[in-house]
């Protein structure tokens, strides 16, 4: 099992390999791939080093996997490259993840939908896969008419130059902007680009991507993204209108049960959900768990994940070993 990561170098793809090493998954060998520049530099990889290799030297290897976290523009030059010499390309883009015949996956929720023929996996926005996955088995129980979300979303999802946009501001230092204003003690209500409707990149996918993983055009959604200066991971409060009506007990309980969460709720004692715990931490925390005195059938939950495991490189290394585990690969 040859695995490649492309973007090796990047904030995700660092999280990827050290992953890799983590869980123990079954490669022969890792090919840590990045742009022009990176190539010959030596990133550390369990107890030893990887040279970093081009992209064009990755595809003539062909490996088994391709994970991709290098960009939109990348992965759609790049991706069916791979894939023509056999490999199959778990994409951390937005590239392809509204495409007709690319599959949007989440293991917990759609893993089963995968077959062979899947040479190129979307992996979702990271806001999505935590919330999508706190949904799943509420949905499946009550059914979802309509969702209001509020993220709260730390820089670490912008990338490397929103942390050190960060750091410079609280060392007084001036330097390169992620940003279009400061971050530190601020909030930015602007995630991705705004469309002529108002809403921006970033609240669109939230929409789009959570009915087609749960596999339901019928649900309406609408959502604020909101940046933070916080590093730890992505926070969402979640107003929940269902068909059927529910009891907080069940709801808990359900919850609970379901693969990859982590009920942390009991207000009382000050226990709930916050980035800072979620950090390096590969479950989906759910708190604040509460109906909605303002209108029937609802509920409001607070939902924390590390936006760079669980919503980015665990998710696509959970792919990864669903594909090889059913012999997909």
């Known amino acids: 099992m040859k695995i490649a990561v492309v973007g090796a170098t990047g904030l995700v793809g660092t999280v990827m390999l050290k992953l890799l090493a983590e869980r123990d998954f079954p490669f022969t060998e890792v090919l840590a791939v990045a742009s022009e520049k990176s190539i010959g530099k030596k990133i550390k990889f369990n107890d030893s080093q990887l040279e970093v290799i081009g992209i064009k030297q990755a595809i003539s290897l062909k490996p088994d996997i391709a994970i991709f976290s290098a960009g939109g523009s990348t992965s759609l030059k790049w991706a069916p490259e791979f894939a023509k010499v056999g490999t199959t390309v778990i994409d951390n883009s937005s590239a392809w993840r509204m495409h007709e015949n690319i599959k949007l996956i989440v293991p917990e929720i759609n893993a089963s939908e995968l077959t062979p023929d899947d040479k190129i996996i979307a992996n979702p926005n990271c806001s999505t896969i935590q919330m999508v996955v706190a949904l799943a088995p509420l949905h499946k129980k009550y059914k979802i008419k309509r969702l209001v979300v509020s993220t709260?979303?730390?820089?670490?999802?912008?990338?490397?130059?929103?942390?050190?946009?960060?750091?410079?501001?609280?060392?007084?230092?001036?330097?390169?902007?992620?940003?279009?204003?400061?971050?530190?003690?601020?909030?930015?209500?602007?995630?991705?680009?705004?469309?002529?409707?108002?809403?921006?990149?970033?609240?669109?996918?939230?929409?789009?991507?959570?009915?087609?993983?749960?596999?339901?055009?019928?649900?309406?959604?609408?959502?604020?993204?909101?940046?933070?200066?916080?590093?730890?991971?992505?926070?969402?409060?979640?107003?929940?209108?269902?068909?059927?009506?529910?009891?907080?007990?069940?709801?808990?309980?359900?919850?609970?049960?379901?693969?990859?969460?982590?009920?942390?709720?009991?207000?009382?004692?000050?226990?709930?959900?916050?980035?800072?715990?979620?950090?390096?931490?590969?479950?989906?925390?759910?708190?604040?768990?509460?109906?909605?005195?303002?209108?029937?059938?609802?509920?409001?939950?607070?939902?924390?994940?590390?936006?760079?495991?669980?919503?980015?490189?665990?998710?696509?290394?959970?792919?990864?070993?669903?594909?090889?585990?059913?012999?997909?690969?």
């Open 152 to 329: 709260y979303q730390s820089v670490t999802g912008t990338g490397v130059k929103a942390v050190e946009q960060l750091e410079n501001e609280r060392k007084g230092i001036k330097g390169e902007m992620a940003y279009p204003h400061s971050i530190d003690l601020n909030c930015i209500p602007h995630g991705g680009d705004f469309d002529e409707t108002g809403y921006t990149s970033e609240e669109t996918k939230l929409v789009n991507e959570t009915r087609k993983i749960l596999g339901d055009q019928s649900i309406n959604v609408t959502a604020t993204v909101v940046r933070i200066p916080v590093y730890g991971g992505h926070s969402e409060a979640v107003n929940i209108e269902f068909e059927n009506d529910f009891d907080i007990k069940e709801v808990k309980k359900l919850l609970s049960e379901f693969p990859g969460v982590t009920v942390q709720d009991v207000p009382a004692n000050n226990v709930y959900p916050m980035p800072k715990t979620a950090q390096g931490k590969d479950d989906v925390f759910v708190g604040r768990i509460r109906r909605d005195l303002s209108q029937a059938k609802s509920l409001d939950m607070w939902i924390v994940s590390d936006n760079l495991r669980k919503g980015a490189a665990t998710n696509a290394i959970q792919i990864a070993e669903y594909l090889n585990k059913n012999k997909i690969v």
